[in-house]
């Protein structure tokens, strides 16, 4: 009997080795959390072509929009801990864990980190009839106009949502809030002149910007953008101290066997060094974290921090959600 425990048991450790030998085996889906053609999946999209190429599977794209990203990280979080189910996610990783009183999965427990893959600028952009020129006209326009102007977001935890909440607070004025399950289809009410405001990543504005189907006031990083070099910061546009940085990053559920992690992330920081996605990265105005920060221990210590950071952010701004 203790023989055959200790053979069960020798197995047991054998399983995850011999499955990271052979891993992966079928096609991988990534998770990502808001809809088709935004700038979240635009992310995921150019990372996962580059890892099927690595791994030599086919790793697909899923997107499982709603609730502010929450939807598909509680996807995530009860997925099995195979390697075959990943998350790509942004900063909303971090702050809806303070944003929602509850949440459907533990943002530190539930999730395996596998790396940080790019930092991206905001830009505060409106529908482009809006009768403004700069930012500081927009803020007076919006103060005016509170009862009339929409403010479109990806729902309670969406980057869009969180730079919504700042402006607000900044300017001491509330919009209309309409909620999208991603900002794609967010952009396309922009464009079309459905929604007044919004502030979305430059990956998913930045070709709008220069096509003039919008307008651009600012950009929310502390330094301008080389791909938008004559837009000024919030900061130098008349929001001092105004700064949001968008991460995104990898995750697959907690479990996840140790080698097939490490797998993953060096197929992640292979993608963050391939010439086609740091050039499509450029032109979206922005870049790919360096090797270092592309690792599991680099984020878990980043969400950990950016959860600590934003916590006290939200809790003065005073939005909540169930
Ligand atoms: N950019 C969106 C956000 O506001 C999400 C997306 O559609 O990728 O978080």
Not at 67 to 96: C, E, M, N, W
Not at 162 to 188: D, H, K
Not at 193 to 210: F, R
């Amino acid at each position: 009997m203790r023989k055959l425990a200790a053979a069960l048991a020798a197995l047991s450790i054998c399983i995850p080795a011999a499955m990271a030998q052979e891993y992966p085996a079928r096609n991988i889906t990534v998770i990502v959390p808001f809809a088709a053609g935004g700038p979240t999946d635009t992310v995921a999209r150019l990372i996962a072509q580059s890892m099927t190429g690595t791994l030599k599977q086919t790793v697909l794209v899923e997107n499982v929009g709603g609730a502010g990203g929450t939807l598909g990280a509680a996807r995530v979080a009860k997925a099995p801990a195979d390697g075959y189910t990943l998350f790509l996610h942004h900063i909303g990783q971090a702050t809806s864990a303070t944003l929602y009183r509850k949440l459907p999965y533990d943002t530190i427990n539930d999730f395996a980190s596998i790396g940080l893959i790019t930092d991206v600028p905001m830009t505060i952009v409106t529908k482009k009839d809006l009768a403004v020129t700069d930012l500081k006209s927009l803020i007076s326009y919006i103060k005016t106009n509170k009862d009339k102007v929409s403010y479109a977001n990806a729902g309670v935890g969406a980057a869009s949502h969180l730079c919504g909440m700042l402006l607000m607070s900044a300017i001491q004025t509330e919009m209309t809030t309409v909620a999208y399950n991603g900002t794609a289809p967010a952009m396309r009410d922009l464009v079309g002149g459905q929604v007044d405001v919004m502030c979305d990543q430059t990956t998913n504005t930045t070709s709008q910007i220069k096509e003039k189907a919008i307008k651009a006031f600012a950009v929310t990083t502390k330094t301008r953008v080389a791909s938008l070099p004559d837009l000024p910061t919030a900061d130098e546009a008349g929001l001092p101290g105004f700064e949001v940085a968008v991460w995104h990053a990898m995750y697959a559920p907690k479990g996840t066997p140790k080698p097939v992690i490490d797998k993953l992330s060096a197929a992640l920081q292979v993608a963050l060094a391939d010439r086609t996605v740091m050039a499509r990265f450029a032109e979206l105005g922005t870049e790919p974290v360096s090797k270092e920060r592309a690792t599991p221990a680099a984020l878990d210590a980043h969400v950990k921090a950016e959860i600590a950071k934003w916590a006290p952010v939200i809790k003065a701004a005073g939005t909540y959600a169930d």
